[in-house]
């Protein structure tokens, strides 16, 4: 196989290729390596490509879903024994994972090949992938723009064509805003649909979820039935999907469906993207469905600064264990400027902080329950702007304040964050195009437990509208 015959498929199609052999794991594996030496230059997508895949080219299991499909891991949260994890931050230089987290088990039981680790903003706090460690990352569609964060490495490489299928993780938005930004299928699901530990029991206190970026539905699902379930220990356990997430599931005649796009933080929409809501809604309506404007009500200062608080003292618990771990101290020199105020904060914050912190969030979470009594879906923008600039988040250099620096995070992204808190799932669906062709998403959020609907209105969008194939806009750019 060669490199352009490979950006022709999504995952499940490779795997097909492996099971059939028709191809081999180690020539999906060149043909991403030759990729990855290809663009990375151009995108800094990849911090680090391991150059002893041998044991896991040998380890795949017979017949596993996708098998020798080439993977990538994100730098945060995710373990995988032996290899470093180090956040994106100078402080965290060096640090080995000493075992697979429960995630990374999975994802090799499933058969996928780890060729390497992806960029990360420090810490996982941004909406794009800039860090002092490791440079900037930049999107394929535009290198002059942001493939957004925190999973920006992932999405980089997803969308030039390097792997078809990468790890991501979210904790206000880092799967579905990168996303949008660089035109992929970002699902964040439940809280509870995917395991996180053992390390951890609530990651980032039940806002973290972890799971992958794809280019099509199909591998979106294929990959959640193959990761779905707690882990031993886990602290939530939610009742099992009924069917698999790749059967096809009837939509149900007439979809009580919301829409809004008026964020709750009041900053201004792009234009483009209203409209492409806008028309979103119009699709959906003539599809059957029962569309109707309407969202429900937030305090959006009041979110922001809980937010703030909750995301600075955990920041500062990690700060914290890296500084025992490695025996560095915390300084300019070890974290960038606005990681190094999230975390001054954190070490302000008193128990009893966190604890009113966790009050609001459950208000919010009943008023969304409520919300989703009446509604099947609402539908938003995942962004408020067009893939921003390289450089305009950039977290090292300036000035911030913890609550400034949420602030700068979540302008451009307002509409992700909530879901973290409600736990509900999420889709980013890349359903709109600039003039000038760059990207963006359109999220759609279903009450707690119903990825399956979800997935099955994505499938039903992605037929009814159709998005290009990301490999097939860069296939000319491939110089191999």
């Given amino acids: 196989m060669d490199v352009t015959e490979y950006l022709q498929y999504d995952a499940l199609g490779l795997a097909e ?29 990849l911090v680090e490509v391991f150059d002893d895949i041998d044991a896991d080219l040998a380890a795949i299991p017979p017949g596993a879903t996708f098998a020798g499909v080439p993977f990538l891991i994100k730098d945060l949260v995710l373990q995988a024994q032996g290899r470093c994890s180090e956040m994106g931050s100078r402080l965290a ?43 900037a990352t930049r999107n394929p569609w535009d290198v002059s723009r942001s493939p957004g964060g925190s999973s920006g490495g992932s999405a980089a490489a997803v969308a030039a064509g390097i792997v078809p299928v990468a790890h991501a993780n979210d904790g206000g ?52 039935d193959a990761v779905q379930g707690p882990g031993i220990g886990d602290p939530y356990v939610i009742a099992p999907p009924d069917r698999p997430y790749t059967e096809p599931l ?19 929409v792009d234009p483009t993207i209203r409209a492409a809501l806008e028309a979103t809604a119009s699709l959906l309506a ?11 009500a937030l305090d959006g200062g009041r979110f922001a600064q809980a937010n703030t ?46 604890l009113h912190v966790e009050d609001y969030f459950n208000l919010v979470s009943r008023d969304f329950g409520h919300f989703f009594t009446r509604h099947d879906i609402l539908v938003t923008p995942t962004v408020a702007q067009l893939p921003w600039p390289v450089g305009e988040h950039a977290s090292a250099g300036g000035n911030y304040t913890a609550r400034s620096w949420t602030d700068q995070v979540f302008r451009d992204a307002p509409f992700t ?25 359109i999220q759609f959020a279903a009450s707690q437990g119903r990825e399956d609907l979800l997935l099955a209105l994505a499938a039903s969008l992605e037929q009814a509208q159709p998005w290009p194939l990301i490999a097939d806009q860069f296939k000319s750019q491939t110089r191999r």
Wanted: proline share 6%; glycine share 12%; aromatic share 6%.
């Fill in 93 to 135: 230089r060096g640090l080995v994972a000493p075992a697979d987290s429960d995630l990374m088990a999975r994802f090799r039981q499933a058969g996928l090949v780890t060729l390497g680790r992806t960029a990360v903003p420090e810490m996982g706090y941004n909406c794009a992938t800039e860090t002092v460690a490791f440079g």
């Fill in 250 to 268: 009837k939509l149900p005649g007439g979809l009580r469906i919301a829409f809004s796009t008026e964020p709750w933080s009041g900053v201004p």
């Fill in 173 to 224: 938005g880092s799967i579905r805003i990168p996303a949008s930004c660089c035109g992929l299928v970002g699902l964040k699901p439940g809280r509870g649909r995917v395991p996180i530990g053992p390390g951890a029991a609530d990651g980032l206190g039940g806002l973290g979820i972890e799971f992958v970026l794809t280019r099509t539905v199909r591998d979106c699902a294929a990959m959640l």
């Fill in 417 to 441: 964050a909530v879901f973290n808190v409600t736990g509900q799932p999420a889709i980013s669906l890349p359903l709109g195009r600039s003039e000038s062709g760059l990207p963006f998403g």
């Fill in 17 to 45: 290729l492996v099971r059939s052999r028709e191809v081999t794991a180690t020539e999906l594996a060149d043909c991403a390596l030759a990729l990855a030496e290809d663009w990375n230059p151009r995108i800094n997508a």
């Fill in 286 to 296: 003539g599809m059957g469905h029962q569309v109707q404007e309407g969202a429900p």
């Fill in 309 to 354: 608080d909750l995301w600075s003292a955990h920041i500062a618990h990690w700060v914290m264990d890296i500084c025992a771990a490695t025996g560095r101290e915390v300084n300019s020199n070890s974290l960038e400027q606005a990681t190094l105020a999230i975390y001054e904060h954190g070490m302000h914050l008193s128990a009893v902080d966190l």
